[in-house]
């Protein structure tokens, strides 16, 4: 295992760079008879050494792999989020999904893959500026259709990796059920099969180490179903049941929804991106960096809290009303990515 592959859990505080293990340690008790005369058994000495059992554990769900951790580095698929992009393919096999804001009041999806590489998802859209700070945390590699000038130097400034089929990355194929832009598919384990390796600058959240009690947090109240408003168009709704969040009005192909242990809703900042897309509306980019508002949703209990996030790279963390730390258990989580202007939240 590399070295850039592991991560100590200690300190579990945001925007530091963790390495993917968490270490159990024994003691073992090493003892040595001090022989004597007149059969005297002596005085009996020990001495304790430590042994250490290297545990990987995934930046994106926090829990623990079953051998090593992926050869691959981490991908984040762009997803069509409507209904001209209907079914949706692939995304329930994501390690965690980001859902965001862009034009014409509509949403896309930008889907985390590392422990598993779908042979089809879709269908795949395009670069937005937005997307360097949804990637950045994990140094994702992110795989889209193409994109507008800003949105690749965007992404590029903060140093990430892209493959478009603009750029004729390899994997990519067309839906013939579909007609374009809403039918591009991307077969990423033949993507990553050419990808090099990259480094994973930390974890996405502050995570509950396993097998560790989650901590009770200030203002924890149950719910059962939820409401996110992004735009006048588009609001997204989602129901708790058998221990998961589902969206109730997704996209997704029959059998292949998302289940969320977690549920994240982030309100941020929005600035203009500086340009059009083809029928002219603004492109609106979503600020993923420095501190707000936002809902944690941990099984079924919904908490009020201010997030944090220094730089665009930084880990994600959280804090409830009376200040404490809010960490986010091991499982699959759902984020909205929601402007702090015009989006709101609903949970009960």
């Known amino acids: 295992m590399s070295e850039r592959d592991r991560w100590e859990w200690s300190g579990m505080l945001a925007g530091m760079k963790f390495r993917l293990i968490a270490v159990v340690t024994s003691l073992v008790l090493v003892t040595a008879a001090c022989g004597g005369d007149d059969g005297d058994s002596g005085e009996k000495e020990s001495t304790k050494g430590e042994s250490q059992t290297v545990v990987q554990v995934s930046p994106l769900t926090g829990q623990e792999f079953g051998g090593e951790s992926p050869a691959n580095p981490v991908f984040?698929?762009?997803?069509?989020?409507?209904?001209?992009?209907?079914?949706?393919?692939?995304?329930?096999?994501?390690?965690?999904?980001v859902e965001e804001m862009v034009e014409g009041g509509i949403t896309r999806l930008a889907a985390f893959y590392y422990t598993t590489l779908p042979d089809k998802i879709g269908h795949v859209r395009s670069l937005r500026g937005t997307d360097a700070g949804i990637a950045a945390p994990v140094g994702a590699h992110v795989v889209a259709s193409g994109g507008a000038?800003?949105?690749?130097?965007?992404?590029?400034?903060?140093?990430?990796?892209?493959?478009?089929?603009?750029?004729?990355?390899?994997?990519?194929?067309?839906?013939?059920?579909?007609?374009?832009?809403?039918?591009?598919?991307?077969?990423?384990?033949?993507l990553a099969a050419q990808?090099?390796?990259?480094?994973?600058?930390?974890?996405?959240?502050?995570f509950t180490p396993v097998g560790e009690e989650q901590p009770a947090a200030a203002g924890a109240r149950p719910v059962t179903s939820g409401s996110v408003v992004f735009s006048r168009s588009h609001t997204t709704t989602f129901a708790f049941a058998d221990g998961g969040w589902t969206r109730t009005n997704g996209f997704a192909a029959p059998g292949e929804e998302f289940v969320a242990n977690n549920l994240v809703v982030v309100f941020a900042a929005e600035r203009d991106a500086g340009y059009r897309d083809p029928a002219g509306n603004a492109v609106p980019e979503t600020i993923f960096q420095g501190s707000g508002t936002g809902i944690v949703v941990i099984g079924g209990q919904a908490i009020d809290v201010t997030w944090s996030k220094d730089a665009l790279a930084s880990t994600l963390s959280f804090t409830d009303s009376a200040g404490?730390?809010?960490?986010?258990?091991?499982?699959?989580?759902?984020?909205?990515?929601?402007s702090q202007d015009r989006g709101s939240a609903t949970f009960q």
Not at 78 to 96: F, L, T
Not at 149 to 157: R, S
Not at 195 to 201: D, N, V, Y
């Open 149 to 190: 000038g800003p949105a690749y130097d965007a992404v590029g400034a903060a140093g990430l990796t892209t493959y478009t089929e603009d750029n004729n990355a390899p994997g990519f194929s067309t839906d013939s059920a579909k007609k374009r832009p809403y039918n591009r598919l991307v077969d990423l384990a033949s």
């Open 76 to 97: 984040v698929v762009k997803v069509e989020n409507s209904k001209s992009g209907a079914p949706q393919y692939g995304v329930n096999q994501a390690d965690m999904v």
């Open 324 to 338: 404490n730390p809010v960490t986010i258990p091991p499982g699959k989580t759902w984020v909205e990515l929601v």
């Open 195 to 206: 990808a090099a390796p990259s480094e994973i600058p930390g974890p996405y959240f502050s």
